[in-house]
């Protein structure tokens, strides 16, 4: 089965920074795009970052464009979110994704990330 696990959340002092990761399992991780989405409670999940299979397309969500970096290793199963300049509004609940966020795609379990003096 799908599994997707987050990790690297945690609590940053703004402007800090923060890598979060997720390791894949149960589909071909090669062939997938992947994607970042976050969530703060009481608001919708929002797109964050995206990535095709082989690296060649990248999108980021208008808010974090140019201060995040999403990557990935495929001979790991893994997909990387590299947060720079991290503002309070940052503050989420992080999740990986597959399926491009759309109905039937698969979600980990989110890490938190707080942005806070």
């Known amino acids: 089965q799908v599994q997707l696990v987050e990790s690297g959340g945690g609590l940053v002092q703004p402007g800090g920074s923060l890598r979060l990761s997720c390791v894949a399992s149960?589909?071909?991780?090669?062939?997938?795009?992947m994607s970042w989405y976050r969530q703060t409670p009481g608001k919708e999940r929002e797109f964050v970052a995206s990535i095709t299979n082989n690296g060649a397309f990248i999108n980021y969500g208008r808010s974090v464009k140019g201060r995040f970096t999403i990557s990935r290793d495929n001979t790991k199963n893994m997909v990387y979110l590299q947060m720079n300049s991290l503002k309070p509004e940052d503050t989420a609940v992080y999740y990986c994704?597959?399926?491009?966020?759309?109905?039937?795609?698969?979600w980990g379990q989110g890490t938190q990330v707080t942005v806070s003096s």
């Open positions: 994704n597959y399926g491009l966020g759309g109905p039937g795609s698969y």
């Open positions: 149960g589909f071909s991780f090669s062939s997938a795009a």
